[in-house]
């Protein structure tokens, strides 16, 4: 099972702030990488996929690297929606598994 | 439009069965490009795939292995729906479960069900 570590638990930002996320495969998994928000109460929602690419409707403040097995997620310019915790996830092999989450808080 | 109802009971006892039903309106639980997955959330395990299955001129199911051995997950093509059975379960096994839609990543959920496992 491929191991998803992500650092740092949790982040806290100030608003209109870059916020930097990152994500650790324990092996290869190519871009075969997503992130996701998640608010209180509320599913998952997906924001990016294949590692760099936004999905439907996600602002385009919202950006992701890769580099190895280092990935990461950018927010450029934090808006008040956007405090939540932040998953990682590989789809390269089964089973499918999750980071265990990063915390953006406001500063 | 694509939805997600999840059904069945918030508490179940040590030992017994847990059961969720997850049925899907806006697509086909038999799709060949889908997949439908049971996905749990626990704050002391995360966020946990359980299993899978999709249709692709067969049925597949895919388990992760810490249930391999107590999980079923079936489809209803009648209802358009899918299934999560987990034996023998303890209080391990209480968290919040979402159905979902997704080969890869997941595109759409389940409302989520919080499954408390107590006597």
Same mark, same amino acid.
């Given at each position: 099972?491929?191991?998803?570590?992500?650092?740092?638990?949790?982040?806290?930002?100030?608003?209109?702030?870059?916020a930097?996320?990152?994500?650790?495969?324990?092996?290869?998994?190519? %871009? %075969?990488?997503?992130?996701?928000?998640?608010?209180?109460?509320?599913?998952?929602?997906?924001?990016?996929? !294949?590692?760099?690419?936004?999905? $439907? !409707?996600?602002?385009?403040r919202?950006? !992701?690297?890769?580099?190895? $097995?280092?990935? $990461?997620? $950018?927010?450029?310019?934090?808006?008040?929606?956007?405090?939540?915790?932040?998953?990682?996830?590989?789809?390269?092999?089964?089973?499918?598994?999750? !980071?265990?989450?990063?915390?953006?808080?406001?500063? | 439009?694509?939805?997600?109802?999840? /059904?069945?009971?918030?508490q179940?006892?040590?030992?017994?069965?847990?059961?969720?039903?997850c049925?899907?309106?806006? #697509?086909?639980?038999?799709?060949?490009i889908?997949?439908?997955?049971?996905? +749990? &959330?626990?704050?002391? +395990?995360?966020?946990?795939?359980?299993?899978?299955?999709?249709?692709?001129s067969?049925?597949?199911t895919?388990? =992760?292995?810490? =249930?391999?051995? +107590?999980?079923?997950?079936? /489809? #209803?093509?009648?209802?358009?729906?899918?299934?999560?059975?987990?034996?023998? *379960?303890?209080?391990?096994?209480?968290? *919040?479960?979402?159905?979902?839609?997704?080969?890869?990543? =997941?595109?759409?959920?389940? &409302?989520?069900?919080? *499954?408390?496992?107590?006597?």
């Amino acid at each position: 099972e491929i191991v998803m570590t992500q650092s740092p638990a949790t982040l806290s930002v100030s608003p209109g702030e870059r916020a930097s996320l990152s994500c650790r495969a324990s092996q290869s998994i190519s %871009n %075969n990488l997503a992130w996701y928000q998640q608010k209180p109460g509320q599913a998952p929602r997906l924001l990016i996929y !294949g590692a760099s690419t936004r999905a $439907t !409707g996600i602002p385009a403040r919202f950006s !992701g690297s890769e580099s190895g $097995t280092e990935f $990461t997620l $950018t927010i450029s310019s934090l808006q008040s929606e956007d405090f939540a915790v932040y998953y990682c996830q590989q789809y390269n092999n089964w089973p499918l598994t999750f !980071g265990q989450g990063t915390k953006v808080e406001i500063k | 439009q694509i939805q997600l109802h999840q /059904s069945g009971p918030g508490q179940v006892k040590p030992s017994q069965t847990l059961s969720l039903t997850c049925a899907i309106s806006g #697509d086909s639980v038999s799709s060949n490009i889908a997949a439908w997955n049971w996905i +749990r &959330q626990s704050p002391s +395990r995360g966020l946990e795939w359980l299993g899978r299955t999709y249709y692709r001129s067969k049925w597949y199911t895919e388990y =992760v292995s810490s =249930v391999k051995s +107590r999980i079923n997950i079936n /489809s #209803d093509t009648s209802k358009n729906q899918f299934s999560l059975q987990l034996n023998s *379960v303890t209080p391990e096994d209480t968290a *919040v479960y979402y159905c979902a839609r997704g080969l890869a990543t =997941v595109d759409y959920w389940g &409302q989520g069900t919080l *499954v408390t496992v107590s006597s």
